[in-house]
């Protein structure tokens, strides 16, 4: 099992280097309530930026569970969008589909 604790490994992943865009996040986390929050995700060269974003405007919402398996590979938007999982419009699913893609993610402990 895998948990997504601190939102800022959104900014230390490496990303599609041809996806570029940003998209706004509502992430609800009942465990970790300091998870729960609006924010923004731009992605530029393969990188990403993570903010804390103040408007109504959602692009795409989910679980911090949903976010785990998103970040790790192990499902991709449209499956969870598919399952109830996934609240999102059809742009904003087809960007997380192409930055977060189903596949296998080899993560390191090193800092």
Do not use: W
Request: glycine share 4%; aromatic share 8%.
């Amino acid at each position: 099992m895998t948990r997504v604790c601190n939102l800022r490994i959104l900014e230390q992943m490496t990303y599609p280097q041809l996806s570029e865009g940003q998209i706004c996040l509502q992430i609800h986390d009942d465990f970790l309530p300091e998870l729960t929050q609006l924010c923004v995700l731009s992605i530029t060269n393969g990188k990403g930026r993570f903010e804390p974003f103040h408007t109504t405007a959602l692009s795409a919402e989910l679980n911090c569970a949903e976010l785990a398996q998103l970040v790790f590979g192990f499902s991709c938007a449209e499956q969870l969008a598919s399952q109830g999982l996934l609240k999102a419009d059809n742009r904003s699913l087809a960007f997380l589909q192409k930055i977060l893609p189903l596949q296998q993610n080899f993560m390191s402990e090193e800092a």
